[in-house]
């Protein structure tokens, strides 16, 4: 017999588990053992061994070591070791950096990995969905991704969306009963949950009856699609300019060696200086220090609560001018309290905090007894009955659940209310669960006497327009306009106070047939009160969303709330005014995108809107030229999250579709967060800018000094594996050190930058030509002096002229650390740069008074008087130029 034609007992038998109590820590271990994780085969990963081997398969690489061996087999042994050791080393290099970038970017999917809510121990806990074994019971609700195979055993509206397996892309509902029958397909299976496919509504409880390769997803060999790397504009435009870049070095070094040879220079030599200059001047270290600075500040951002989940966000983060944030739990802390009621035409107000079940009930400051009283007994205990929220008390009161229903339940407690003993009183017979689109939830529950009533609680405004009668005075009365504005009023002078209200309704029910849709019991309800709760915005947010305004970046909260709660919140933190515009869903319903256009750009508070609402207003928006970052936590607002072009999902609130959907996870569901991550990309990118402008500019100089020493029929400056040092060196840890850079102090001060902006924007183009060209000649000058002096000693002015290019190069990296200029900031305030370039120097002290190096490097030791000209040479480019903008200043 197959899983879908058993009922609960069998199932239970065949796979030996305990639906009360879920699986024991010992038989899960037992069983992983048995069944493996819960995880389909992975495509092969590149190896070690191939990575490393793929840093050498650069054809001017190939070319240098080809030129190397035959220097080598011309008896240049020395030469040919040294050169093939830098090599080795730049190889050894690119493979750190690129395993690094790897084992990072891995990690993240690590932690962005699903999970599933499972039942071990008697206790429902949190596991990654790869620990799930045969056997579990497993509780999902919408926007889940189911984690493995499963026979359904509890199911509420519930309806999956199997398209993964089925193709099928409308979902199917989804119930317990047993199916007979030959040759059931997947898509009939009604009472199968299956690995891959996505809960759209309701909730349920499972059996687990496959793993791993043992589901229907494993079966099918070709859904095993790896992850897709994404590459980020910036590394596109990289990958295309430096395609340009490797030519327009190509023809600048054909040009040095044409150049030489027709001075007179030896063929030999000028091949091989040629192709070293090659090696050198190719930036083939930009793509991976670009994923490596990517990396690190993804890093720096999980510290700070973010998860990228696509690389590109990190850059698009820093374009970002408009944040669509939720309120509740994102701008408000989601801790809830009721703190007043209303029923009968009475307020009554309720105190404590927090989740401590311990509180009074007060009418004008008068003590009451909710018990006692007709209307609020019915108001409180139905609201813990319409509950999935539990309160436990483990040191202090924790909640388990949502806040606004554990805000429901402890007003409950604090009249000395159990959930448990409501329980024993009205039987649950049916549930629909509690959408943000219809802003309700209902239970079916049948009394002792056998009678069954419908429980809903929801938005005030929703309910009012679903009541035909209230409950005052003791009995149902006909809710007519008089009551109606009664309670309009009632609804509203809570929300003015910031409450977050709820309303609670019911009705006798004449039938005992279960209903198919909720729209048929979600009808001529008997209103019976409001319960209005506080959610206290979080203390962080009002200065995030100043520091985002300095920023150039708008902040437009959304909420599901009423309008006049939204108004009230969007004020204490400084969103809005008193005059400012509000629109609500309704108003949005009779807006076309084209309309919304017009005035988007001065609404800052949306309320009352449903989630496919949001998907509009983020249109909009990016209509208007903006660059949209979107919240959201539920299954209906994936399509916004994915429209935008910065998705966020919570993570402690948000399902596992709105996850997938979004590009950054916020691990504290925090806004502050948001502005955290958006500095920190504004912040990489900026670091990104540096290095590559360090790199280019000693790129151009290394390139000019030779080429402009050809034209000049000078002798070379530099020798081939000089030349391939400095770019050992400086590519190395100075261009690295940049990428870790800290902020400038005015990062969050600019306003955001054009997606479209190319790389050389903003000067770099300038800066990058001015300083090599700088750079070229200073080195060119110190070598024409020196050997000028003693044209004897060719090996003495190409180790000064050596030892310029790479000083200068380790002073002007100082100054790509700020837009600005060098003294913009304190030069030295990074540890690791500093470092990184002592380092360097002490490397090239040791490669010129180092006998047994200086044999290899061709150097000579240089007299103290030289190393004066040396670092007055090295200087300029960096100092000429801040200095001619201090005159223009002046
Ligand atoms: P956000 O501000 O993040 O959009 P929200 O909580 O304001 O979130 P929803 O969760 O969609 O938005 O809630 C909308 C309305 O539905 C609330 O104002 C409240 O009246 C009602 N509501 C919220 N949670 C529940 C619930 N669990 N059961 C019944 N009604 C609820």
Known sequence: MKYHEMNPEEIREKIQTDFKRGLTEEEVSRRRKQFGYNELQDGEKQSALLLFFSQFKDFMVIVLLVATLISGLLGEYIDAIAIMAIVLLNGVLGFYQERRAEKSLDALKKLSAPTASVLRDGEWIKIPSKEIVPGDIVRFSSGDRIG???????????????????????????????????????????????????????????????????????????????????????????????????????????????????????????????????????????PAIVTIALSLGVQRMIKKNSIVRKLPAVETLG???????????????????????????????????????????????????????????????????????????????????????????????????????????????????????????????????????????????????????????????????????????????????????????????????????????????????????????????????????????????????????????????????????????????????????????????????????????????????????????????????????????????????AKESSSLILLDDNFATIKAAIQEGRNIYENIRKFIRYLLASNVGEILVMLFAMILAMPLPLVPIQILWVNLVTDGLPAMALGLDKPESDVMKRPPRNPKEGVFARGLGWKVISRGFLIGIATLIAFVIVYTNNPDDLAYAQTVAFSTLVLAQLIHVFDCRSEHSIFARNPFGNTYLVWAVISSVILLLIVIYYPPLATVFHTVPIEPRDWLLIIAMASIPTFLLVGSLFIKKK
């Not at 493995?148 to 009963?177: C, H, Q, Y």
């Not at 006692?372 to 202090?396: P, Q, R, T, W, Y």
């Not at 409450?499 to 048929?520: D, G, P, V």
């Not at 004020?571 to 005059?579: P, R």
């Open 319 to 657: 374009c970002a001018s408009v944040i669509c944030s939720d309120k509740t739990g994102t701008m408000t802390q989601n801790k809830m309290t009721v703190t007043h009621l209303w029923a009968n035409n009475e307020v009554w107000n309720v105190s404590g905090q927090g989740y401590e079940p311990i509180g009074e009930f007060l009418k004008s400051k008068r003590k009451m007894d909710p018990t006692k009283d007709v209307h609020f007994n019915k108001l409180l205990s139905f609201a813990m009955l319409c509950n999935h929220a539990e309160i436990c008390k483990k040191g202090d009161y924790k909640l388990d659940g949502d806040p606004t229903e554990g805000a429901l339940l402890v007003a409950g407690m604090k009249a000395g209310f159990s959930r448990d003993k409501l329980l024993k009183e009205y039987k649950i017979i049916q549930e629909f669960p509690f959408d943000s689109a219809r802003k309700m939830m209902t239970i079916i529950v049948q009394d002792k006497k056998g009678d069954r009533y419908a429980i809903t609680k929801g938005a005030p405004d929703i309910l009012i327009n679903l009541s035909e009668s209230v409950f005052a005075n003791g009995r149902q009365q006909y809710l007519n306009q008089q009551w109606k504005s009664q309670l309009q009023h009632a609804v509203e002078s809570l929300a003015e106070q910031a409450l977050r209200t709820i309303a609670i309704s019911y009705k006798k029910l004449n039938t005992k047939t279960k209903f198919s849709h909720e729209s048929e019991v979600e009808k001529d309800l008997t209103f019976i009160g409001l319960q209005g709760m506080i959610d206290p915005p979080r203390p962080e947010v009002y200065d995030a969303i100043k520091e985002c305004r300095e920023a150039g970046i708008k902040t437009v909260m959304i909420t599901g709330d009423h309008v006049i709660t939204a108004k009230a919140i969007g004020k204490e933190l400084g969103l809005i005014n008193s005059n400012s515009l509000v629109l609500d869903g309704a108003a949005l319903d009779t807006m076309s995108v084209d309309e919304l256009e017009e005035i988007v750009d001065d609404v800052s508070v949306f309320a009352r809107v449903s989630p496919e609402h949001k998907l509009k207003i983020v249109k909009a928006l990016q209509n208007n030229g903006h660059i949209v970052a979107m919240t959201g936590d539920g299954v209906n607002d994936a399509p916004a999250i994915k429209a935008a072009d910065i998705g966020i999902a919570m993570g402690i609130t948000g399902t596992d579709v």
């Open 148 to 286: 493995a195979d499963l026979r359904i055993v509890e199911a509420n509206s519930l309806e999956i969306e199997e398209s993964a397996l089925t193709g099928e892309s409308v979902p199917s509902s989804k119930d317990t009963d047993i199916i007979h029958g030959e040759n059931v397909g997947i898509g009939d299976m009604s009472n199968m949950a299956f690995m891959g496919t996505m809960v759209t509504r309701g909730s349920g409880i499972g059996v687990v009856i496959g793993t791993g390769m043992q589901t229907a997803m494993g079966q099918i060999a070709d859904m095993l699609q790896t992850a897709e790397t994404l590459q980020t504009p910036l590394q596109r435009r990289l990958e295309q300019l430096g395609k340009i870049l490797i030519v327009v070095a190509l023809v600048l070094t054909l040009l040095v060696v044409v150049i030489g040879i027709m001075q007179g220079h030896d063929i030999y030599t000028m091949f091989l200086s040629g192709v070293s200059l090659a090696v050198a001047a190719i930036p083939e270290g930009l």
